[in-house]
């Protein structure tokens, strides 16, 4: 079945960075795009960073343009988040999906990393 692994999430101080990580496995990964989505207390999950299946392609919220990069490594099955210039406001639960404007496995969601901005 699909599964998604993700990892890598802590506690940083605002303006530091993490690198995320999802393993996925159950479908076939290298010709699906992936995203990253995140939830944070109270609010719904939102779409941050998108990333067609051959990686020539990304999409970002614009909350995080310019400090967020999506890669994938097709090879590994996993897709990752490098989040730079980390603030406050970025503290929340990440989850990893296959899909590109929307997740593709919406009743496969893994159990997210959570990330916490916070001096």
């Known amino acids: 079945q699909v599964q998604f692994v993700e990892s890598g999430g802590g506690l940083v101080q605002p303006g530091g960075s993490l690198r995320l990580s999802c393993a996925a496995s159950?479908?076939?990964?290298?010709?699906?795009?992936m995203s990253w989505y995140r939830q944070a207390p109270g609010k719904e999950r939102e779409l941050v960073a998108a990333?067609?299946?051959?990686?020539?392609?990304?999409n970002y919220a614009e909350s995080v343009k310019g400090r967020f990069t999506i890669s994938r490594d097709n090879a590994k099955n996993t897709v990752y988040l490098q989040m730079n210039s980390l603030k406050p406001e970025d503290t929340a639960v990440y989850y990893c999906?296959?899909?590109?404007?929307?997740?593709?496995?919406?009743?496969?969601w893994g159990q997210g990393t959570q990330v916490t901005v916070s001096s």
């Open positions: 159950g479908f076939i990964f290298s010709s699906s795009p």
């Open positions: 999906n296959a899909g590109w404007r929307g997740p593709q496995f919406i009743g496969s």
């Open positions: 990333i067609f299946s051959a990686g020539g392609s990304t």
